[in-house]
Structures are given as structure tokens and as C-alpha cells.
């Protein structure tokens, strides 16, 4: 971008003190006139007093709200058209914004650095991510590369609009990806290497997580076209109910109260889809 004046980079941060002292002087020398924030997510340790220090913009938190929670109160009170959210760890270097912002000019609304495998934390995490990417791009219709890296450039009018939606969880890089493309928001793909993580543990724990992670399958769903979960699922309740009857009628000649339960599961979920589906278009209306 030629005016890095109406450039907002936000690092949401929690325990990043260790990071945030090689990342913050590397980005203002990179992004002079660049608006720098650091969202305190109620960290314990110094992570306000280093990013004070290198003069960027502090927002601390008394106690932790939450990584998306964190965006949302960035992107609030980012001044910049152009909003960066970058990790705080180290994992993410300056010298790869551009290559975000680049594809910025060329039309696109969101830009997202997409991990390769050695980004990934473990082999789980690179496992689940494949999989999500993979039902994503089927709900889309769209090659999706990386659809939970919170590395990303947007344009701020855009992005402001979604800002209800936005978790105040982890996922907040799923809901946004999804609701760009709902809304037919052009959405690129960058490939970036990723550092290896400077200070503390993952803040994501596989196990303890396990049950959200699964959620965002259905916030997937959920966020851009229900339909395509729910019609599935009605399916093939239909063909077991339908089985079902064939198999007792042939036996025993008779019509039970399991073939009578799949079809009516049948139903209840393909009308619990259609007013999914309902709901979610008039999410997305302009107010």
C-alpha cells in the first residue's frame, strides 16, 4: 500500500512479552506511519509495558476476554482503511504485510497468509485444519488454503460489518472468512512461512478444545449455506427410514415405529435447515 498512513496493524496479545520484543520494533521500522495496537487480553506478565515502550497504541483488558474478543475491540478502535491482524508470538515477520497489502490493490477485500504444514503446531492441529479447509471449500465453492491462519489484511469498512458475528473465541478467523465469501467479498491467498513460536505454550489445547473445534463444523455451516449440512442429513435419515421399512415389510409385513421415527427425523431436520437457511440470509442483509 502506497499510503501506510491508512494502515492499522492490530496484535491481540496475552503473555506476549517475550514476542512482542522482537515483533513491534521490526514492524514500526517496517510501518513508520503505520497505527500499531496491541490488545492486552489481561496478560500477567509485561506485555502492556514492552509495547508501551516501543510507542505503539495499548488497549489492555483487566482480565481475558477472549482472542476474538481482542479483534473486535482492535478493530473498533482502529483508525486505518486497511486493518492487519498479525499474531503477537513471533510467528508472523513484517516483511510478509506486503505481500498481503499487494493483494489488496489488486481488487481482492481480504487477504490471508496461508500456512503450509510446517506451520502447524502438531500433526492434530494440521489434520483438523485440513479437514476444515476441505468442507469449507466445498461449502464455498472457493479454494479455501487456510481458513483458520489469523494472519490477514482486510479492508476496514468490510470487515466492521461482521463484527457482530465475530466470536470471542479462537474462531474468529473461521466466522470472518465465511462471511466475506457469503457476502461475496473477493478473498485471497498468500503462502507465508511461519517462525517457530517465541515465548510461552499455545494458548489452544487440543483437548480442552476439542469440543469447540468440532463446533466450528457447524458454525461452517452455519455462516454460509445450512442447507448443505442439514439436506445431507435429512438423506440419509430418508434412506435409513425408507431401508427400514422395506427390510420389516419384507419380514414381517408390517409398518414399525422405527421406520415412522427416521422418516419424521427426515423431516424435523430438513425444516430445521430451511429455517436455518432463512436465518442466516437475513444475517446477512444490509442494514
Known amino acids: 500500500m502506497g499510503n501506510h498512513a491508512a494502515l492499522s496493524i492490530i496484535l491481540p496479545a496475552k503473555n506476549e ?15 513508520p506511519d503505520a497505527e500499531i495496537i496491541v490488545v492486552d487480553d489481561g496478560s500477567t506478565d509485561d506485555t502492556a509495558a514492552v ?14 476476554m477472549g482472542n476474538g474478543a481482542a479483534i473486535k475491540r482492535g478493530a473498533r478502535a482502529a483508525g486505518g482503511s486497511i486493518l492487519v491482524f498479525m499474531d ?55 479454494r479455501i488454503a487456510d481458513l483458520t491462519s489469523g494472519f490477514r489484511a482486510v479492508r476496514a469498512d468490510k470487515f466492521k460489518e461482521f463484527l457482530h458475528l465475530l466470536p470471542n473465541g479462537f474462531s474468529y478467523p473461521t466466522t470472518s472468512t465465511m462471511a466475506f465469501f457469503r457476502s461475496a467479498y473477493p478473498v485471497a491467498y498468500v503462502p507465508i512461512p511461519v517462525a517457530k513460536r517465541v515465548g510461552t505454550g499455545s494458548h489452544i489445547h487440543p483437548l480442552k478444545d476439542g ?14 449455506s445450512p442447507l448443505k449440512l442439514f439436506v ?9 427410514g425408507i ?25 424435523i431436520v430438513f425444516l430445521i435447515g430451511l429455517v436455518s437457511e432463512q436465518i442466516t440470509n437475513l444475517t446477512y442483509l444490509k442494514q
Not at 95 to 113: I, N, P, R, W
Not at 211 to 224: D, N, P
Open 17 to 31: 512479552a517475550e514476542g512482542l520484543r522482537g515483533t513491534l520494533p521490526a514492524l514500526r521500522l517496517a510501518y
Open 51 to 64: 509495547a508501551e515502550q516501543v510507542g505503539v497504541r495499548v488497549l489492555s483488558s483487566p482480565y481475558s
Open 88 to 142: 503477537a508470538d513471533g510467528q508472523h515477520g513484517p516483511e510478509h504485510v506486503g505481500a498481503l497489502l499487494a493483494k489488496l490493490d489488486e481488487g481482492y477485500d481480504m487477504a490471508v497468509g496461508a500456512r503450509d504444514r510446517s506451520g502447524q503446531a502438531n500433526l492434530q492441529r494440521g489434520l483438523a485444519n485440513a479437514f476444515y479447509n476441505r468442507l469449507a471449500s466445498w461449502m464455498t465453492g472457493h
Open 211 to 224: 469440543l469447540r473445534f468440532l463446533l466450528i463444523i457447524f458454525k461452517i455451516a452455519s455462516l454460509y
Open 232 to 240: 445431507p442429513a435429512a438423506a440419509a435419515f430418508f434412506i435409513a
Open 243 to 267: 431401508g427400514w421399512y422395506a427390510w420389516t415389510f419384507h419380514e414381517a409385513g408390517r409398518f414399525t415405529n422405527m421406520s415412522m421415527l427416521l422418516l419424521s427425523a427426515a423431516v
